[in-house]
């Protein structure tokens, strides 16, 4: 029988409901001083306090080898940590890309220099990672990056833009996908990546307004910014296929369909107190089967990654699927209230919905747009 | 060899035969209830239909997992015979103490009523019934699941229906009739779950089917000097369709981990809401990726995307079991949204 895709019956980690209870336990401590605006912000929210709790716990790398600090858990008990944090609409977002993606490909492509400098301090929760692929010219089409990197004596010299950089202003590092060779003309070829301090002299930082009116995203100008040799990850040239890697990182997790739980669980509480029928049991009943469906198939790219495995295609379907899932729901919130559904803060239900509705086009954004997904899902069905 | 390795010869062993009746004018004449084409005796010579019983009983004991892996190569196939039913009458009959002399009953879809103590009224719908035949039939009951085994010659009505997935089936209306036995299903789900796992699966195996010969189709058909393939707009529209075979998939994995873990209910609720609520999508794409020629008699297409519109009423359809689901999940209010859904896998 045709089976274009890998997901497999899940296995439950043995001890997942005693680490439940754990991370539940700790997260009663923090969750009480969220506002519903903030759980509806999502993962994106910056807090390094939290993210140092967090570290002291155990649960930022959790999977890495315990020689730069980690607990060599499985992603398995990694997907339930993070799950329970997105659960609860938890401020994530000061560890989140260096938990998710940076720290991986440190240890994947980078020096043993590199893992021992910056492994143990994201560990700890005290490195913010921000990503430095899209630029001006660059977005969906990453491959046509300018930035250059420049060799000179004992190092690099970098100029040029990277745009929609999310937490850079709040960020100790970045890893940046350059162009070391060649122009823009040349595509994927002479891309490298390279890791570094975002207080280098010649960075300049200017925040970005979303139309929330908050500022998570910003532009950073790099101006004959000076880095060392040993700034280069991975290979030099190789920097595409690196990132393809990682991507793969960035779009595995569970805060790809997520993102809007918190609203789902404020709805079914509303509707539990103010009585619901048929019509409302059915909307939200589909909501709860979609979302079932999916967090099955996300527990199965957790154990693919645990094999070893690159789950590009099963991701792409997941982000494709999940992105969907949440960005419907505000639209079903509205369906159930009715013509009473302001988007302000009378309640915790439209004060979460105001920040889901307002955030809600860029879950098919980040990470990759979704016809940008499409596309890759077509390709791996063979499509030619 | 491991139930796992068991079951994959038994899938492996069905595919040769069924690959031998897939093509449109074998299937129509199975639509016509023409008899004589074989396909019934060679499936029913692999002996299958005892899948699910133990091995004393002569069965392959396979559980529901596995089960569903034949029930999706039965969809895959457009179904040609009722091979699933017949692992499900089997499993239900053995489970409930029903004894089986001769023919395997027939599963019937929809519920009976029990008012007067030891008979049963309702109208159900028979699936592969023709002629006079024994028919298993769920009663509807609160919180115990009882079948009984009927013969249709008591019914009030029997009339040949007209069901647009078109495999000869019967609509057949009982009137205080007397079951010649009834049981209990010991478990925690009833016949109307069992079928709609069924349902679920053949469902998920059509859109593997239906997504394969869309790929197949796009990579062939030439239009303004290249494959319509190649076109993003008609990519789009795949990777769409793939997804939601994915889903389909991935939900009745879901359930199988639940029923063969004694739970189910709730499981296979979500899955045959998921796989059911795919179905929109996934036969309009095809269709549109298909063009004219997809709607034709002749072309192989309607045959699996007919079925599709058929099995996602049949056994509850999304509607029905959003109801059930969201029902559960209201009462259990916010706080309990985030267990209810982890005690899916981890309950």
């Known amino acids: ?384 | 060899m491991s139930n796992t390795e068991i079951s994959q010869l038994m899938v492996d062993g069905l595919a040769r035969v069924l690959a031998g009746f897939a093509d449109a004018q074998t299937m129509d004449k199975i639509e016509k209830g023409e008899t004589g084409l074989g396909h019934e005796k060679s499936i029913s010579e692999l002996g299958f239909d005892v899948a699910m019983l133990s091995e004393e009983d002569g069965g392959a004991g396979i559980g529901w997992k596995n089960c569903a892996k034949i029930f999706e190569l039965l969809g895959y196939y457009a179904s040609p015979t009722d091979l699933g039913e017949q692992i499900i009458s089997q499993w239900a009959s053995s489970n409930a103490g029903i004894e089986i002399n001769g023919t395997v009953p027939h599963v019937a879809l929809g519920t009976v009523e029990s008012i007067t103590d030891g008979l049963v009224s309702g109208t159900i719908l028979v699936p592969w019934a023709s002629g006079q035949s024994f028919v298993l039939v769920e009663i509807s009951k609160q919180d115990t699941q009882e079948i009984c085994l009927i013969d249709t010659a008591s019914a009030t009505s029997i009339a040949p229906a007209d069901t647009i997935g078109r495999v000869p089936s019967q609509k057949v209306i009982l009137a205080n009739c007397a079951p010649l036995q009834i049981g209990t299903l010991d478990g925690s789900f009833g016949l109307t779950h069992a079928m709609a796992f069924l349902r679920s699966s053949q469902i998920s195996g059509a859109m593997a089917r239906i997504l394969e010969m869309t790929i197949e189709y796009c990579n062939t058909r030439t239009q303004f000097g290249r494959p319509i393939g190649k076109f993003q707009a008609v990519q789009q529209l795949v990777a769409q369709l793939a997804g939601e075979m994915a889903a389909t998939n991935a939900a009745v994995k879901l359930a199988a981990m639940g029923m063969d873990k004694g739970r189910g209910p709730l499981e296979i609720a979500i899955a045959k809401q998921r796989a059911s609520a795919s179905v929109a999508l996934v036969a309009s794409i095809a269709h549109e990726a298909h063009g004219a020629i997809g709607v034709t008699e002749e072309h192989i297409l309607h045959y699996f995307t007919r079925r599709l519109w058929q099995w996602r009423e049949e056994a509850g359809n999304e509607h029905f079991w959003a109801e059930e689901i969201g029902r559960q999940v209201v009462l259990g209010g916010g706080e309990n949204l985030w267990p209810n859904l982890i005690g899916l896998t981890e309950g």
């Not at chain 1, 709805?267 to 059915?282: A, C, F, P, Q, W």
């Open chain 1, 1 to 384: 029988m045709f089976q274009p895709y890998r997901f497999a019956d899940i296995e439950v980690v043995e001890d997942a409901a005693a680490l439940r209870l754990e991370v539940r336990e700790f997260l009663d401590e923090w969750k009480y001083m969220w506002t519903p605006w903030e759980r509806g912000l999502g993962w994106n929210r910056h807090d390094r306090k939290f993210s140092e709790a967090l570290g002291a716990k155990g649960w930022i790398g959790m999977c890495w080898p315990k020689k730069y600090g980690g607990t060599e858990r499985s992603m398995l008990e990694r997907h339930v940590v993070i799950e329970e944090l997105l659960a609860v609409g938890a401020p994530v977002g000061a560890h989140w890309v260096s938990d998710r993606q940076s720290g991986p490909l440190i240890l994947k492509a980078g020096t043993e220099t590199q893992r021992q400098k910056y492994l143990p301090e994201i560990i700890r929760g005290e490195a913010c990672f921000c990503i430095g692929l899209s630029e001006p010219d660059a977005g969906s089409d990453l491959a046509s990056v300018r930035t250059r990197a420049d060799k000179v004596d004992g190092g690099w010299l970098i100029n040029g833009r990277k745009i929609w950089t999310t937490n850079a202003h709040l960020s100790e590092y970045i890893i940046a996908l350059l162009r070391t060779e060649g122009t823009a003309a040349d595509r994927h070829k002479g891309l490298s990546q390279f890791v570094f301090s975002m207080n280098l002299p010649g960075i300049t930082i200017r925040k970005i307004k979303d139309l929330t009116g908050l500022a998570h995203f910003n532009e950073v100008t790099f101006d004959d910014v000076f880095i060392d040799d040993d700034a280069l990850i991975g290979t030099l040239g190789g920097g595409w296929a690196q990132v393809t890697a990682e991507l793969a990182f960035e779009r595995s997790g569970p805060d790809r369909y997520m993102t809007s739980f918190p609203l789902l669980e404020e709805l079914v509480e509303h509707v539990n107190k103010t009585g619901s029928d048929r019509m409302i049991d059915r909307q939200i009943g589909a909501e709860f089967a979609k979302m079932a469906v999916l967090r099955q198939m996300s527990v199965s790219i957790a154990g693919m990654l645990q094999e070893g495995l690159l789950p590009n295609q099963e991701a792409a379907v997941v982000k494709d699927l999940g992105t969907d899932a949440e960005q419907r729901l505000p639209e079903v919130v509205r369906s159930i209230l009715g013509q009473n559904s302001p988007l302000d803060k009378s309640t915790s239900l439209t004060e979460i919905n105001a920040a889901i509705t307002q955030t809600a086009p860029t879950f098919s954004l980040r990470g990759g747009t979704r016809e940008i997904i499409r596309g890759i899902m077509a390709k791996g069905l063979g499509l030619r």
